[in-house]
């Protein structure tokens, strides 16, 4: 599977991505705020079904989680994870270096993902300071593409006091600049209900990895950009530390994943 692709934007009441390979066929999820905020808008409270799942079991941590045993998190079937890196352009997660290294060092496929504010400043903004401080990409088969955590606003109004179209051209700024700088797009972790309101269920995303986020034990339906998700967020809690998550697919798919094929 082929995930890079070139991309063109069109604006008015929507932002269209249009890349020039195909387009993904998967989606994606994840937060620091967001695994309580989220997902708890989207269902019911998680529930031990969600072990029996098939998929490949994995978790997301921020600062929240201090530092990580990651052996233990191994130990506990875990086999990949998304740390959190930045928030906005002045915040670092300060076990950043223990969570993502150690994770690594473990053996497990990391990636890095950015809580998205755009009520402070423009998506090629964040997009750069998140690059610049962990957020990167390399094709070593162990390396997920970074995320962007698009979700209700912790501080303040929903959508950060933005109308749909003006959260849709934030995203694809961001989306549009990781992509320049690393190659690959920016897997979206986000939920239906914040995608329906906050970007007026836009379908111009489609060649971003969505994460998705639903604590049940079913997804439910997608944001309009996506037919499939790549990772769902099940839980807040549950056998990994942070937020349990689930990629749709063997380790060797994560793997091809992680590999942008």
């Known amino acids: 599977m082929h995930w890079g692709a070139a991309v063109a934007l069109s604006v008015a009441l929507t932002i269209t991505i249009t890349p020039t390979a195909a387009a993904a066929d998967y989606s994606l999820a994840d937060t620091t705020f967001a695994g309580s905020q989220i997902a708890k808008a989207e269902g019911a409270e998680p529930t031990v079904k969600y072990q029996n799942l098939d998929g490949t079991a994995g978790h997301d941590v921020s600062g929240h989680q201090g530092a990580v045993d990651w052996g233990a998190a191994w130990a506990a079937g ?16 300060p076990q950043f270096a223990q969570q ?14 950015h809580f998205a504010r755009p009520d402070v400043s423009p998506g ?20 997920l593409p970074g995320a962007v955590d698009a979700e209700y606003n912790p501080y303040g109004e929903a959508c950060y006091d933005m109308d749909p179209g003006a959260m849709s051209r934030w995203l694809a700024d961001f989306s549009n600049t ?17 995608w329906n309101r906050c970007t007026g269920g836009n379908a111009g995303f489609g060649a971003n990895p969505l994460w998705v986020a639903r604590y049940n034990d079913f997804i439910g339906a997608l944001p309009a950009s996506w037919g499939r998700q790549v990772i769902w967020q099940f839980a807040d809690a549950g056998a990994l530390p942070g937020d349990q998550n689930l990629f749709d697919g063997s380790l060797g798919r994560l793997r091809d994943f992680a590999l942008d094929r």
Request: glycine share 16%; net charge positive.
């Open 78 to 93: 875990g086999r990949f994870v998304y740390v959190k890196a930045t928030e906005g352009t002045g915040y670092q997660n």
């Open 100 to 113: 993502y290294n150690g994770s690594y060092n473990v053996g497990m496929i990391r990636g890095a993902y």
């Open 124 to 143: 090629a903004a964040q997009a750069d300071y998140f690059v610049d401080h962990g957020g990167g990409w390399s094709p070593d088969g162990r390396t």
């Open 178 to 194: 990781y992509y320049a700088r690393t190659g690959r797009f920016p897997a979206i972790y986000t939920s239906t209900s914040w």
